[in-house]
């Protein structure tokens, strides 16, 4: 009942249709600064995001990182004394390669000024469905892999109501097919779920814009669930609708931001053994919530003893958290809870 308040309604149903479009005007603007750019955004509906209000869709094959391939030759350099990071040789003449190796950090750059320059100059993008969307673009640091990017793009209306959001938020890597690149067995790929997925297709290579070695440095990762877009992505959307309800109704930043709850269950598959094709949807919920709990406990925690202070300033979201994780859990468990204090734990009115 309570994941029904994130369904869209029927009249929304399109706009993936839109989202397409907005990807195919975006990626030409782009293609005419550098080539390069007609595969690096080849998959960029993958990490569209629709938002009317608490409503919230987005594709069953979503994705947390923007996989690519380049247009010309690159060729991963392993290293068993660092398996965890590996290198890109790309022997050609291009902007993203210094030195005959793909540069993260030139990339990200580059992506990030043509993209701020192709949106400033669009400006309204206007769909085969009549519908004009006024496009806009930002940045977030997030560390060792540079910053996140984010097209939002919102509806012009004439009328009242509220308008539809289309968000692109994602963070780019290199895409290498196993037929073509096989990882070697030194090389850390996290479990296998040989039970869930009888192939997996490729790999990726993430940026570290500012690694430990030196400026060249790619972490190898393995997605899993890859190809997959059935039952089990469903699900896995419900949950993730869950967990933002929960969020946004207790203005709990972290877990109102879309691009993060995704990231958990990418983290979540990567570092699961186990095969969960068969979990309910209110287990899996309860485990992803769990998971997000201890994960902002632990960096409130962290930041608190680093930086000092108050400790209710830094831990104010993770003990809220905390709070409405355990009452879930046990009114899960006790499978007893009266539906006017379920909306109240998530926030709904």
Known sequence: MISDYGEIEQSDADWL???????????????????????????????????????????????????FQMPFPVMPVFNSSKPGYINLMAPTSHPMVSNGYVNPE????????????????????TCPSGVQYRISYRTHEIGDQGFVHEILACEQRDSGGMPSVVSFVFLPALQFSYAEHPLPSFVPSGPAWM????????????????????????????????????????????????????GTGNNIPDLSDIFVLKGLHFYRLRYNATCDCHLSLSTLFIELLSIHR????NEALQKFITFGGQQNLWMRDAIRLDSIARNVTMFYYLNCIHVDHLKHLFGIN
């Open 17 to 67: 249709l839109d989202a397409e479009a907005m990807c195919q005007i975006l990626t030409e603007a782009m293609a005419e600064k550098d080539v390069v750019y007609q595969f690096l955004l080849q998959n960029l509906l993958t990490t569209a995001t629709f938002h009317r209000g608490t409503k919230i869709d987005f594709p069953l094959d979503f994705e947390q990182y923007l996989r």
């Open 106 to 125: 030139s990339i990200q750059l580059l992506l990030r000024g043509n993209l701020r320059d192709a949106i400033a100059h669009l400006g309204l993008v």
């Open 195 to 246: 039970q869930c997925c009888s192939s997996t297709f490729y790999w990726l290579a993430l940026f570290q814009v500012y690694p430990q070695y030196d400026r060249r440095s790619f972490c190898p990762y393995v997605p899993r669930m890859q190809g997959i877009q059935d039952d089990r992505k469903v699900k896995y959307r419900n949950v993730l609708r869950l967990l933002l309800r929960i």
């Open 294 to 297: 201890e994960i902002i406990y």
